[in-house]
T-cell receptor, first 116, second 114 residues
C-alpha cells in the first residue's frame, strides 16, 4: 500500500550513459514533482506536472526530461549523465488545490544516483 | 526573489531539552507554510502545516510551530526532544500566487544525545 514509490532505489552508472527513474503514486493526486537533493541535503524543485501537464520547469539542463504518461506516473529520463548529476532524486505528489490540502506533498523514498 | 532561510544548520541537544528551529521566508502574498522531517535514510514526511487561522499549529510527535506574519517566521518547537527526533528538518513555503512551486530551506540537522 505504498503511497509514492520510486524505482530503482539505487542507481550506479557511468558518465555518458542514459538512465530513467520511475515514480508512481496511488493517492489519486493530480500533481507530481521531481526534486533533487544534493550532498548537503539541499532540496530543489526540478519539474512538476498537474494532470499530465508540465507546470513547473526549473532551470535544469535539457538532458533531464520528465514524462507523465498519466497522472499517477511521472518518470525522469536523464541523458549523457555527468558526475554532477550524482544526488538523491525524490518524487512527490500533492492533492489538487481544494480545501486546506493545497500543496501538501507526499514524498517517495528517493533514488540515490551515483555517476562514476 | 523568493527564499526560505533556516538559521541553524546543525543543532545538538540532550534528551529532554527544548527545541526551537528558526525559519524565515521572503515571499509576497498569502503563504502556506510547512515543516518536513527526514529521518536518517528515509524520505521526507510532513510534520505540520499552516494555511490560515490559528497561527500556532500542532503537528505529529509533539511538534508545534508558530506563524508570526510580521516577522515572516514559522519557527518549529518541541518542549522535550527524544533521541528518536534525530533527523533533518526542512521548512518549506508555498505562495498562493506562486503556483505549485514550493521553496525549501536548506535544512537543519538535529542530533539528540541519549
Amino acid at each position: 500500500d505504498t503511497a509514492v514509490s520510486q524505482t530503482p532505489k539505487y542507481l550506479v552508472t557511468q558518465m555518458g550513459n542514459d538512465k530513467s527513474i520511475k515514480c508512481e503514486q496511488n493517492l489519486g493526486h493530480d500533481t507530481m514533482y521531481w526534486y533533487k537533493q544534493d550532498s548537503k541535503k539541499f532540496l530543489k524543485i526540478m519539474f512538476s506536472y498537474n494532470n499530465k501537464e508540465l507546470i513547473i520547469n526549473e532551470t535544469v539542463p535539457n538532458r533531464f526530461s520528465p514524462k507523465s504518461p498519466d497522472k499517477a506516473h511521472l518518470n525522469l529520463h536523464i541523458n549523457s549523465l555527468e558526475l554532477g548529476d550524482s544526488a538523491v532524486y525524490f518524487c512527490a505528489s500533492s492533492p489538487s488545490t481544494s480545501g486546506t490540502r493545497v500543496y501538501e506533498q507526499y514524498f517517495g523514498p528517493g533514488t540515490r544516483l551515483t555517476v562514476t | 526573489a523568493q527564499s526560505v532561510s533556516q538559521h541553524n544548520h546543525h543543532v545538538i541537544l540532550s534528551e529532554a531539552a527544548s527545541l526551537e528551529l528558526g525559519c524565515n521566508y521572503s515571499y509576497g502574498g498569502t503563504v502556506n507554510l510547512f515543516w518536513y522531517v527526514q529521518y536518517p535514510g528515509q524520505h521526507l514526511q510532513l510534520l505540520l502545516k499552516y494555511f490560515s487561522g490559528d497561527p500556532l499549529v500542532k503537528g505529529i510527535k509533539g511538534f508545534e510551530a508558530e506563524f508570526i506574519k510580521s516577522k515572516f517566521s514559522f519557527n518549529l518547537r518541541k518542549p522535550s526532544v527524544q533521541w528518536s527526533d534525530t533527523a533533518e528538518y526542512f521548512c518549506a513555503v508555498t505562495s498562493n500566487t506562486g503556483g505549485f512551486k514550493t521553496i525549501f530551506g536548506a535544512g537543519t540537522r538535529l542530533f539528540v544525545k541519549a
